[in-house]
């Protein structure tokens, strides 16, 4: 009778592999976020954008983050947005 449950082994490196996906992601959007902020509205005026800057501020991160996800297939795993191997 086979075990329902998943071996300790795959636990782990699912553990890992989830860890620096989350951790590439959380880097890569805050790369991303401070791009867009500098170039949306200028690293003086940024805490005093309008709306539509805000709007806008926003629409370059989403931009960044869907160039960045596009890019990692020649970087990664083909069948994956995240820039790391295996992942």
Known sequence: MTSQFPSSD???KTGKTYARD?????LWTGA?????VLVASGPADMLHGGFWEKVGTAGLIAAGTLVKGLAARLVGDRNSASTARGV
């Open 32 to 36: 991303v976020a401070v791009g867009g």
């Open 22 to 26: 989350l951790t590439e992601r959380v």
């Open 10 to 12: 795959v636990i782990i």
